[in-house]
Nanobody
Framework: QVQLVESGGGLVQAGGSLRLSCALS????????MGWFRQAPGKEREFVAV????????DYADSVKGRFSISRDNAKNTMYLQMNSLKPEDTAVYYC?????????????????WGQGTQVTVSS
């Protein structure tokens, strides 16, 4: 079955950078649109960024646009989230998600497969 494993989270000071990775197994990677979502303590899970199967289509939440960059390496079955200029409000558990198909919607309920999450903490 499809499995997603995130890595790369950690503790960083405000203004710093982190790169998250999400490895997919159990499926044909190019069949999946993929995305990153996050959930801060006491808040609902929210959309961060999504990417098409080819990497040519991308979409970002306004709160991260210009600071975060989503990408994928189809040869490595891996998706990335480069996070720069991090702010304390970026602190959350970050989840990767995947869905079969050619589109890359923002809606979480469009994604059938989810990773276990990786913690990102940004100190002020």
């Amino acid at each position: 079955q499809v499995q997603l494993v995130e890595s790369g989270g950690g503790l960083v000071q405000a203004g710093g950078s982190l790169r998250l990775s999400c490895a997919l197994s159990g499926g044909t990677f190019i069949s999946f649109g993929m995305g990153w979502f996050r959930q801060a303590p006491g808040k609902e899970r929210e959309f961060v960024a999504v990417i098409s199967w080819s990497g040519g289509g991308k979409d970002y939440a306004d709160s991260v646009k210009g600071r975060f960059s989503i990408s994928r390496d189809n040869a490595k079955n891996t998706m990335y989230l480069q996070m720069n200029s991090l702010k304390p409000e970026d602190t959350a558990v970050y989840y990767c998600a995947a869905r079969k198909g050619s589109s890359w919607p923002r809606a979480m309920d469009e994604y059938a497969y989810w990773g276990q999450g990786t913690q990102v903490t940004v100190s002020s």
